[in-house]
C-alpha cells in the first residue's frame, strides 16, 4: 500500500511539472489529466493485484485453521468417550465380580479336607468345639476370608483352619491314603514292640525257672 501511495503521488506531481512547462495550453492539460488519470489507475489496478491474493492467502489459512480445530475437537470427544467406555465397562466388571462374591457366600462352595479338623463355633482355636471333620470329608464352605473359613459339614455349621481345606478332590484323597498307610504303619511298629517285649518277658520267666530248678537240685544233692 505504501508503494502504491508512492507512485501515485509521484504521478501526481509529474503531472503537475509537465502542466507547468506545457503553458496554458488546453490540449497539454487535456494530455497531462489523461496521464494522470491513467497512472491512478493503474495504480489501483496495481493494488488490487496485489491484496487480492493476500486476502485469499488469509481465507486459505484461517479455514485451514478452522478445520484443523474442528478435528481436534472431534479427537477429543472420541478420546472422551472412549475413557467413558472404559470406565463403564471397568465398573460393570466390578459389579459383576461382587455380584458373583455375593451369590458365592450365600450359596456356598465344595471343598474337601486333607486333614482331620475341629469344627469350632466361633473363628477361633479357643471356642467352643461344634464337630469333628475327618481327612477326605466333602464340606460346603462360605466364607474363606481369614484363617478359619465358615463350613458346613453333616448339617452343623462352624468354623474349621482353612489351610487343610481345598477344592481339588484329588488332594484330598491322597492326604487320605497317606494318612491310612501311616496308620497301619504305625499299628505295625506298636505290634512289634509288643510281640519284643512278650518275648522278652518268656525268656526272663525260663531263666527264673531254671534257676529255680538248679537250686532245688542243688538242694537235694543232685548237683553235688
Known amino acids: 500500500m505504501k508503494k502504491i501511495r508512492n507512485t501515485i503521488i509521484t504521478v501526481l506531481a509529474l503531472s503537475l511539472v509537465l502542466g507547468g512547462c506545457s503553458g496554458t495550453g488546453s490540449g497539454a492539460a487535456e494530455t497531462t489529466a489523461a496521464q494522470t488519470t491513467a497512472a491512478v489507475t493503474e495504480a489501483q489496478t496495481e493494488a488490487a493485484e496485489t491484496e487480492a491474493p493476500a486476502e485469499t492467502e488469509a481465507a486459505e489459512t484461517t479455514a485451514a485453521a478452522e478445520e484443523t480445530a474442528a478435528a ?4 477429543t470427544v472420541a478420546e472422551e468417550t472412549t475413557v467413558a467406555v472404559e470406565e463403564s465397562t471397568a465398573a460393570a466388571a466390578e459389579e459383576t465380580t461382587a455380584a458373583a462374591a455375593e451369590t458365592q457366600a450365600a450359596e456356598g462352595k465344595t471343598m474337601y479336607s486333607t486333614w482331620g479338623l475341629a469344627m469350632r463355633k466361633e473363628a477361633s482355636k479357643d471356642s467352643e468345639k461344634v464337630g469333628s471333620i475327618p481327612v477326605n470329608s466333602e464340606l460346603t464352605v462360605f ?25 481339588d478332590a484329588e488332594e484330598a484323597k491322597a492326604a487320605y491314603e497317606e494318612s491310612v498307610a501311616q496308620e497301619k504303619a504305625e499299628k505295625k511298629s ?12 518268656t525268656k526272663k520267666k525260663s531263666a527264673d525257672k531254671k534257676k529255680k530248678n538248679d ?3 542243688l538242694n537235694g544233692g543232685i548237683l553235688n
Open 143 to 167: 466364607n474363606t476370608d481369614g484363617e478359619y473359613y465358615e463350613v458346613e459339614f453333616d448339617g452343623v455349621r462352624g468354623y474349621a483352619l482353612g489351610k487343610y481345606l481345598t477344592e
Open 190 to 201: 506298636s505290634s512289634g514292640s509288643s510281640s519284643k517285649s512278650s518275648g522278652k518277658s
Open 215 to 217: 537250686k532245688e537240685c
Open 72 to 75: 481436534a475437537e472431534e479427537t
